[in-house]
């Protein structure tokens, strides 16, 4: 396979390939997130029994990894590629870590020309109650993938185990391209084929959020969003009835409308965070809150699939066994 | 015949293969035993790569031999009502298998012989294979995988297990085990399929796997020694890096790379930081410094080296210039001023920040300091900067050269003090070196006894399982530490001197907080001396008391040489004898003055028991060797009084004149040991 010659491209090889594997190509989820695991796609959908496999692109945005685009390596948003694969593909010869080798072969890179390697590295998200084992995986010393087999998300035992792969883009398309800085990674062509650069792309971006990260938020305001994003969460985890007597035109616990509020909470956080406004003991506090939300997301959600029966399983009997259980244990 | 067993998975822990090694090896080696298939302890060889771990056991027999056992049922009179078998009797029998006619009375029960046949190897492996697989895990963190109930630390792909030329068939997870073993993954990708278990090394060898654990490090060693000879460089010597990297290929390949020689401006412990745990690359050295390359062990050998070596270059540079970025900015302020900033960093909720802890250290070293050789001025100083570098960018980049930094960044301190700055995080692990000299040494003592006293007195000390303080190796260091530089200081005093600045802050009363520190030392001491004395000897000595550490290793030392003696147990029951009967004259309320000079009219034996006492006290028993040997002179007289005399006679004076005299001599051997702990009956 030739080798992507730009970042564009790099993306369109890999979201070929894994579509051609069976994933549902999504686009970028429309809020902040610092990094793909949160989107919803991902998040909520490994929960429960119902298989799920997609592949999207997750801009990820790091306030306090702000650099006014001028550090080669640190960006405050960078793009990461995420595939979820739920059940992993366990059948050699074409286990998870072969098809994974063959979404690098795609791009170019095999163990003919590159030493590469799954290095043990273990997951864990005290925010989303989540941890997983897995790998970075190597190519010639450099961490190209973070490979994890999800064992708990939102506190919840996830089985079957999902595989996340997580590609951080800029880096591969550094290496690809043997660039230094990631501003001058090609990012795409003019049909006349001069490159257009990342940093003709991004960086007047990384400029000007780099300075609101670190100078022109507004702590205040930020504290205040903190908190109304806060109750809004809460309010629609509590559904229409808001725990209340019903009321006519009551609505449902809403798991998705809540957790794009608990992400807006989690951003929110991070620019306070980046922003030096939040102390050290304030921090644990904050994340705790944020946990707390997280949770309540997972356990509605995984209400909601459970009153639907778990539509996408197949083996109808697990899904009325699996559905009844949760139900019941939430009743009790 | 031969037993293979082999777990083929994906990539494992590197640190955790030659754990599961050692547990699988003994695993094998227990089961096989109870099994019957093998005599004695087998002969367990065993190999682990990161996709494998297995073991080959030497001469199993075919099948378990018959056994045969004698087995005690019901008494006679329980067996026969009438000269008939009872229920019990007749219950009896078949549980064994027998008639009643084979049954025996002996010692007046019912005994018979149960016979079992052995059953074929392969029967009775098949279940004791599988259960050795799901016990290996044991102590690592296991995962699941697919839609399975069992975890194992990364999804098991493959089992080969024969027994002979048989495979012996079990399951685990989608595993069904067979005779087909895998090499490389990249370069030797197909099935091996094994006809015996004595080809599994060479099969796999041609497979690009060098399964055997010693001999793939020494391949690994040999590599990377003769990549960078290529370039006149040596390896900087680094066995734990080393033991890392054999598990992270299945055959070694070593590539050298280089970088910009203008990064050697770095201190030479950021570099090889970098390198080592970031990038598991060696670092080398030309004429005995740090050279600006290294040498990578790869899992293969790849088509063009230099690709691949720009690949592994590129990774670094892009750290090193990071590395640089934060060297820069870092000292653009002297180190004093990052004091302060230490006050924004919680050190422990109840126990203030970072600053507070500093300001304790500060006090602390200047008192310990004239206690220990040390100068008081210096010992300050170093513990005013001995926390700085932790706001340092590169520290919060590469926690592990906390310390290092702060001696690279303190320059305004004279060489030794900023030696000090780092050695005060000496030793860094249980083994780890010790601080380079006696100021050091203080301010790391002033830290230690700083969070034992503040987390043992909000009540925080550690439990069974869980120590987030590091409270025990805090320990274990301090003992290392006095102990190496011979430091005779009251551990009272210190515990007392660590705890009066928190006052107020502290849940614990101040004697409860010496009980429990003075315990929790004791624990520490017990594992330390585990190898030096039997328990009971250790015990003994601990129990006399540790305030001076230094001089408990002594008396432990000569009270351990002493028991090599072969009248020691004879010294131990004598003076065990003596402490006893002082503790009951004790509890009867009976009273004594101490002794002085021998009472008029007495025995012979106890005559000579004083003129014995006498000479044992013009010796130079402060020597604690001296004393035991004294003391054990006194023995023969001890036993002699002891036979002759009545100590607890209705006389009180002269009573009160004999446990006058034990008591003078208690005073001499129980500050070395407690002699009622030396077990004196062997079992």
């Given at each position: 396979?030739?080798?992507?010659?730009?970042?564009?491209?790099?993306?369109?090889?890999?979201?070929?390939?894994?579509?051609?594997?069976?994933?549902?190509?999504?686009?970028?989820?429309?809020?902040?997130?610092?990094?793909?695991?949160?989107?919803?796609?991902?998040?909520?959908?490994?929960?429960?029994?119902?298989?799920?496999?997609?592949?999207?692109?997750?801009?990820?945005?790091?306030?306090?990894?702000?650099?006014?685009?001028?550090?080669?390596?640190?960006?405050?948003?960078?793009?990461?590629?995420?595939?979820?694969?739920?059940?992993?593909?366990?059948?050699?010869?074409m286990d998870?870590?072969?098809?994974?080798?063959?979404?690098?072969?795609?791009?170019?890179?095999?163990?003919?020309?590159?030493?590469?390697?799954?290095?043990?590295?273990?997951?864990?998200?005290?925010?989303?109650?989540?941890?997983?084992?897995?790998?970075?995986?190597?190519?010639?010393?450099?961490?190209?993938?973070?490979?994890?087999?999800?064992?708990?998300?939102?506190?919840?035992?996830?089985?079957?185990?999902?595989?996340?792969?997580?590609?951080?883009?800029?880096?591969?398309?550094?290496?690809?391209?043997?660039?230094?800085?990631?501003?001058?990674?090609?990012?795409?062509?003019?049909?006349?084929?001069?490159?257009?650069?990342?940093?003709?792309?991004?960086?007047?971006?990384?400029?000007?959020?780099?300075?609101?990260?670190?100078?022109?938020?507004?702590?205040?305001?930020?504290?205040?969003?903190?908190?109304?994003?806060?109750?809004?969460?809460?309010?629609?985890?509590?559904?229409?009835?808001?725990?209340?007597?019903?009321?006519s035109g009551a609505w449902p616990v809403l798991a998705l409308p809540a957790f794009d509020q608990c992400l807006k909470c989690s951003h929110t956080f991070n620019l306070l965070d980046a922003r030096g406004a939040i102390s050290v003991t304030e921090r644990a506090r904050f994340l705790g809150r944020v946990r707390a939300l997280a949770k309540g997301c997972a356990d509605a959600y995984l209400q909601t699939r459970a009153r639907l029966v778990f539509p996408l399983l197949k083996d109808r009997a697990r899904a009325d066994r699996e559905a009844a259980q949760l139900l019941t244990t939430k009743a009790a | 015949m031969d037993l293979l067993l082999e777990i083929g998975t994906e990539e494992l822990p590197a640190g955790w293969v030659p754990v599961a090694l050692e547990t699988l090896s003994s695993l094998l080696a227990r089961e096989l035993m109870d099994a019957r298939l093998v005599a004695a302890?087998?002969?367990?060889?065993?190999?682990?790569?990161?996709?494998?771990?297995?073991?080959?056991?030497?001469?199993?027999?075919?099948?378990?031999?018959?056994?045969?056992?004698?087995?005690?049922?019901?008494?006679?009179?329980?067996?026969?009502?009438?000269?008939?078998?009872?229920?019990?009797?007749?219950?009896?029998?078949?549980?064994?298998?027998?008639?009643?006619?084979?049954?025996?009375?002996?010692?007046?029960?019912?005994?018979?012989?149960?016979?079992?046949?052995?059953?074929?190897?392969?029967?009775?492996?098949?279940?004791?294979?599988?259960?050795?697989?799901?016990?290996?895990?044991?102590?690592?963190?296991?995962?699941?995988?697919?839609?399975?109930?069992?975890?194992?630390?990364?999804?098991?792909?493959?089992?080969?297990?024969?027994?002979?030329?048989?495979?012996?068939?079990?399951?685990?997870?989608?595993?069904?085990?067979?005779?087909?073993?895998?090499?490389?993954?990249?370069?030797?990708?197909?099935?091996?399929?094994?006809?015996?278990?004595?080809?599994?090394?060479?099969?796999?060898?041609?497979?690009?796997?060098?399964?055997?654990?010693?001999?793939?490090?020494?391949?690994?060693?040999?590599?990377?020694?003769?990549?960078?000879?290529?370039?006149?460089?040596?390896l900087d010597d680094n066995l734990a890096l080393l033991d890392e990297v054999t598990q992270l290929t299945e055959e070694p390949h070593a590539l050298v790379g280089h970088f910009d020689a203008a990064d050697l401006a770095l201190p030479p412990e950021v570099v090889k930081s970098e390198m080592q745990k970031?990038?598991?690359?060696?670092?080398?050295?030309?004429?005995?410094?740090?050279?600006?390359?290294?040498?990578?062990?790869?899992?293969?050998?790849?088509?063009?080296?230099?690709?691949?070596?720009?690949?592994?270059?590129?990774?670094?540079?892009?750290?090193?210039?990071?590395?640089?970025?934060?060297?820069?900015?870092?000292?653009?302020?002297?180190?004093?001023?990052?004091?302060?900033?230490?006050?924004?960093?919680?050190?422990?909720?109840?126990?203030?920040?970072?600053?507070?802890?500093?300001?304790?250290?500060?006090?602390?070293?200047?008192?310990?300091?004239?206690?220990?050789?040390?100068?008081?001025?210096?010992?300050?100083?170093?513990?005013?900067?001995c926390k700085a570098d932790l706001t340092a960018a590169m520290v919060g980049e590469f926690p592990e050269l906390q310390g290092v930094m702060g001696r690279v960044y303190a320059t305004s301190l004279p060489d030794d003090q900023r030696q000090a700055v780092e050695d005060h995080y000496a030793p860094r692990t249980a083994e780890g070196a010790l601080p380079s000299a006696p100021l050091g040494a203080v301010v790391a003592l002033a830290d230690r006894f700083d969070s034992l006293a503040g987390i043992f007195g909000i009540g925080k000390e550690p439990s069974a399982s869980a120590d987030p303080f590091g409270l025990r190796r805090a320990a274990l260091a301090v003992i290392r530490t006095v102990l190496h530089f011979g430091f005779s200081i009251s551990l009272k005093e210190i515990i007392a001197q660590a705890a009066a600045p928190l006052g107020a802050q502290l849940a614990v009363k101040p004697d409860v907080l010496q009980e429990k520190l003075h315990d929790f030392f004791r624990g520490r001491l017990k594992a330390l001396w585990a190898d030096r004395a039997s328990a009971d000897v250790v015990d003994a000595v601990l129990e006399a008391g540790i305030d001076d550490l230094v001089a408990a290793q002594k008396r432990l030392t000569a009270v351990a040489s002493l028991q090599q003696r072969a009248d020691f147990l004879p010294i131990a029951e004598t003076f065990t004898r003596v402490s006893n009967l002082l503790a009951q004259a004790q509890e009867k309320g009976f009273s004594w003055t101490r002794a002085v000079a021998p009472p008029s009219k007495s025995s012979e034996a106890e005559q000579r028991l004083w003129a014995a006492v006498a000479e044992f006290e013009k010796s130079d028993h402060r020597q604690v060797e001296v004393a035991l040997l004294g003391l054990g002179k006194l023995q023969p007289h001890l036993a002699r009084f002891f036979e002759d005399v009545m100590v607890m006679v209705d006389d009180t004076d002269a009573r009160a004149q004999r446990l006058a005299l034990l008591g003078r001599i208690q005073e001499h051997f129980r500050p070395i040991a407690d002699f009622r702990r030396i077990q004196t009956k062997r079992a």
């Open positions: 396979m030739p080798v992507p010659s730009t970042f564009q491209d790099l993306i369109l090889k890999l979201t070929e390939y894994w579509t051609a594997q069976g994933c549902v190509f999504l686009q970028p989820y429309d809020l902040e997130v610092g990094a793909g695991t949160m989107n919803p796609s991902t998040f909520l959908r490994v929960l429960g029994p119902e298989p799920w496999n997609c592949v999207y692109v997750a801009p990820s945005r790091r306030p306090s990894d702000s650099r006014f685009g001028e550090n080669p390596n640190r960006l405050h948003q960078h793009h990461q590629l995420q595939v979820i694969l739920k059940p992993a593909p366990g059948d050699p010869p998870v870590q072969e098809v994974y080798l063959g979404s690098l072969a795609a791009i170019g890179l095999t163990a003919r020309d590159h030493d590469l390697r799954f290095v043990e590295d273990d997951w864990e998200s005290p925010t989303l109650n989540a941890w997983g084992l897995g790998w970075e995986v190597w190519c010639d010393g450099m961490e190209v993938t973070q490979f994890t087999y999800f064992q708990q998300v939102g506190g919840y035992d996830i089985k079957p185990v999902a595989a996340e792969l997580t590609y951080g883009l800029e880096r591969i398309a550094m290496y690809l391209q043997q660039k230094d800085n990631v501003f001058d990674v090609v990012y795409a062509r003019r049909p006349d084929g001069t490159p257009i650069s990342y940093g003709e792309v991004w960086k007047q971006a990384e400029f000007e959020f780099s300075h609101y990260s670190f100078h022109a938020s507004e702590p205040k305001t930020l504290f205040a969003l903190f908190d109304t994003y806060e109750s809004e969460c809460k309010r629609l985890l509590a559904g229409g009835s808001g725990g209340q007597v019903p009321l | 302890a087998p002969a367990v060889r065993t190999f682990g790569t990161p996709r494998r771990i297995a073991a080959i056991v030497a001469n199993l027999s075919e099948r378990q031999p018959d056994l045969e056992e004698r087995v005690e049922g019901p008494p006679e009179q329980a067996a026969f009502s009438g000269g008939q078998p009872t229920r019990a009797a007749e219950g009896f029998a078949k549980k064994l298998g027998v008639s009643i006619a084979d049954l025996k009375i002996e010692g007046g029960r019912l005994v018979g012989v149960r016979r079992a046949t052995g059953r074929p190897a392969i029967e009775v492996l098949s279940p004791l294979l599988e259960r050795v697989v799901k016990a290996l895990p044991a102590r690592q963190k296991s995962m699941r995988w697919a839609d399975h109930d069992v975890s194992f630390p990364r999804p098991v792909r493959w089992i080969v297990a024969l027994a002979g030329t048989e495979v012996v068939p079990f399951r685990f997870a989608d595993a069904q085990s067979g005779r087909e073993t895998r090499g490389h993954r990249f370069r030797a990708p197909a099935p091996i399929a094994l006809t015996d278990p004595s080809h599994y090394e060479s099969a796999l060898l041609h497979g690009h796997v060098i399964a055997d654990l010693a001999k793939r490090r020494a391949a690994t060693l040999e590599a990377a020694q003769r990549a960078a000879a290529t370039e006149n460089l040596s970031h990038q598991r690359y060696f670092p080398v050295k030309k004429d005995g410094k740090l050279a600006n390359a290294f040498v990578v062990i790869s899992n293969v050998p790849v088509a063009d080296p230099a690709l691949s070596r720009a690949g592994y270059e590129r990774v670094l540079k892009a750290r090193l210039s990071d590395a640089r970025f934060f060297f820069e900015e870092d000292r653009k302020q002297p180190l004093e001023a990052r004091v302060d900033r230490l006050d924004r960093i919680v050190f422990q909720q109840a126990l203030g920040s970072m600053g507070d802890k500093v300001r304790r250290i500060e006090t602390l070293s200047e008192w310990l300091a004239p206690r220990c050789g040390a100068d008081a001025k210096a010992a300050r100083a170093v513990a005013h900067l």
